[in-house]
């Protein structure tokens, strides 16, 4: 009996070959749309986790807020301070559940080496940005805390640096100028790629704070506080403890708004997670339909037949 209806639906499709392969044309457009768009949608979801994660995990950034409308008993527009070494002293020394504090200002300069140049970022930091950042070296060494604390003429490039002035030869030892400055590259940092924005984090110099300061921005300003929270802390609780104690530092009533801004990595990266998964369900509804419409017409296909028999 099951030989015999195979074998019947076989001539059957033999005598309707056209009508068979639109049927198995809806078919397969409307699953391998599905399948795609929720491909689609995942792949992008895992980009922006990935993309965020390269800027460090349990990350808070602290910045210098902006004029923020009138304020105070004046009316007078808030001015904005940047923020400064008592403020990363007061959360280093105060700060409990971070696992690495480190300051940031970054300058787009001139890097030249012998007849080559290329327009860089350059960092000012210290040694713990490499661990805040959650960022490896491919050979060398970080620059030490004394040369942190001198502002040493050394520094650590990035790939994309590497690449202009030496192909795939070894950097270390060899001197770049920096904006007019001198500086011995003492390590090669492991590569991170671009960014989901188009930038790309391996166009970079680190020096030392200090001398970022001194030859480079000409002032004692920090642009960035980058704090790592350890294992056992999450962000969201780390943030007020941060808010707090610079507040004090900064000697910010309560009354008044801060002068700065945190930003938790963690949260940013959940929230476009959660709009990519938005995104990836809207674009299965839309391969549904896909779907729906070529099912409604295996439907009108398996109709005719049958009223052909009838």
């Known amino acids: 009996m099951i030989w015999e209806t195979v074998r019947l639906s076989l001539i059957s499709i033999r005598r309707n070959v056209l009508r068979s392969f639109l049927t198995l044309l809806g078919i397969v457009i409307g699953v391998a749309a599905v399948i795609a768009m929720l491909t689609i949608g995942s792949g992008t979801t895992e980009k922006v986790k990935a993309d965020i994660s390269k800027l460090g995990s349990n990350l808070l950034v602290v ?11 004046g009316g007078l527009d808030q001015v904005t301070r940047p923020l400064a070494a008592k403020d990363l002293e007061a959360l280093v020394a105060h700060l409990s559940g971070a696992r690495a504090i480190a300051p940031a200002s970054q300058k787009q300069v001139r890097v030249i080496f012998g007849t080559e140049s290329l327009t860089s970022g350059v960092t000012g930091t210290d040694s713990a940005y490499l661990d805040a950042r959650d960022w490896k070296l491919v050979s060398g060494r970080p620059f030490s805390d004394s040369e942190a604390r001198a502002g040493a003429g050394v520094c650590l490039i990035g790939e994309t640096v590497r690449q ?4 795939a030869g070894d950097p270390e ?9 001198s500086c011995r590259i003492i390590g ?10 188009g930038q790309d984090q391996d166009n970079v110099v680190l ?11 000409g002032n004692r300003d920090i642009d960035s506080i980058y704090i790592a929270a350890d294992d056992r802390t999450p962000t969201t609780e780390l943030q007020p403890r941060v808010e707090d104690i610079l507040r004090d530092t900064r000697r910010i009533t309560p009354d008044r708004d ?8 963690t949260q940013i990266a959940d929230a476009m997670a959660s709009a990519t998964t938005t995104m990836t369900g809207m674009l299965g509804a839309v391969a549904g339909v896909s779907l729906l419409v070529g099912g409604i017409g295996i439907m009108n296909i398996m109709l005719v037949s049958v009223t052909e028999r009838t």
């Open 207 to 217: 020096m030392p704070l200090a001398a970022y300061q001194r030859r480079i921005a």
């Open 188 to 197: 090669l940092l492991e590569p991170k790629g671009y960014t989901g924005f």
């Open 63 to 73: 910045r210098s807020g902006r004029p923020a409308g009138p304020g105070g008993p």
């Open 173 to 181: 030892g060899e001197t770049i100028r920096v904006n007019r400055t």
């Open 164 to 167: 202009q002035f030496f192909g």
């Open 258 to 265: 801060a002068d700065f801004s945190i930003r938790d990595m």
